[in-house]
């Protein structure tokens, strides 16, 4: 799957991918695919982390809590939690193997894209009318509003 550089949300796309079980996402960011693995956010299962093998043999939940803007660098998914009005909550990463849940952040996030070594997402505030770009390293450094 190839990652784009967004600069506006897409939330009414449809992707299906096909690995001997169908899976329709409502949301292009609940869906992402490393190194023959489907990482997503299931919306049948209170949209719940999820891992799937691209054949369909092992299919993995990773982690209870309702999230999206699944993302996946360098060995860490990154996923930001929902909260059970569907208002964006703290940004967590974890293992890909579903071990070492860390907090990354607890500013809101949008919109998250790797792109290299960089996280692109739009920082929300429900006080605020206006949303910024930012981007900053995963490891949380370097954060930059983008002009």
Known sequence: ?????????SFNQFFRVTVRIKYSYKQDE?????????YYSNDDQSSALYRVRMDGSVRQRLDEHK???????????YYRQINNGGAPSNTYRIKIDGTEQQLFTKEKMLGINIIEDWFYYISYDPEDQFSAYYRIHPDGTGKEKVQ
């Not at 609940?30 to 489907?38: E, F, R, T």
């Not at 999230?67 to 998914?77: H, L, Y």
């Open 1 to 9: 799957m190839e990652q784009r550089n967004r600069r506006s949300h």
């Open 30 to 38: 609940k869906i992402n695919a490393v190194d023959g693995w489907l």
């Open 67 to 77: 999230c999206d803007s699944v993302n996946v660098s360098e060995g860490w998914i």
